[in-house]
């Protein structure tokens, strides 16, 4: 039988992406391949509950929304997401996938909406990229930067124009929550007339810091 392991099931508003502030599903996958400094889900690193494939997704009919978000952790670390992505699918869901970058999205159905890191310097993880998967992305896709300071924003504006990311898909920054401010990033992004758009955490916004929705 196929399965997976679980930390949470959850319905909640879209925090970030292009979807921010849509009703959504939320699949949170255990485990995780990488140790961000700043994470906020450290929660997830543990094994969590092992659920079937009919679980799972009986579970996300029963919370009846369109929009399900599959996340971790790194989801890709188990060989059976794939499957439920494609099993979403044919429940004609609206599937998002958020990954850290580091493991390959090529077999991840063209289907799903691949919200995908790039780990900047603050992470303690900027070398852990697999840049194969640039080539992998479309643009219904999205890559987040999430940035501490100035550094950060530095960084990941001279990534951005030497991959030419803005001509592949759509590009999210994301100021760490009381850490790089709203207020600075967003004029930095202004002044450089960046292709980016300003990625808030709502759901920390609305539900504080240390809210799980």
Not at 6 to 31: M, W
Not at 46 to 52: D, R
Not at 203 to 212: L, P, V
């Amino acid at each position: 039988m196929n399965y997976l392991y679980v930390t949470e099931i959850l319905k909640s508003l879209q925090g970030e992406s292009t979807y921010q502030g849509i009703p959504c599903i939320f699949v949170r996958l255990s485990g995780c391949n990488l140790r961000c400094d700043y994470c906020d889900t450290k929660y997830s690193y543990e094994t969590g509950h092992k659920k079937s494939i009919n679980e799972i997704v009986s579970e996300v009919d029963s919370l009846k929304l369109p929009i399900v978000e599959i996340t971790g952790g790194e989801p890709l670390l188990q060989k059976n997401t794939t499957v439920l992505m494609e099993r979403l699918l044919k429940k004609e869901k609206k599937v998002l996938l958020e990954t850290n970058g580091s493991l390959s999205i090529e077999k991840v159905p063209a289907e799903v909406v691949k919200i995908m890191d790039i780990k900047t310097p603050s992470s303690g993880m900027a070398d852990k990229i697999n840049i194969k998967n640039l080539d992998f992305l479309n643009k219904n896709d999205e890559i987040k930067f999430v940035l501490c300071n100035k550094n950060d924003y530095e960084w990941a504006k001279n990534f951005i124009f030497k991959y030419d990311l803005h001509e592949k898909c759509k590009i999210l920054f994301s100021g760490v929550f009381k850490v790089f401010s709203y207020s600075e990033l967003a004029d930095l992004i202004v002044k450089d007339n960046l292709p980016v758009r300003l990625n808030l955490q709502l759901h920390k916004i609305i539900w504080g810091e240390n809210s799980k929705k």
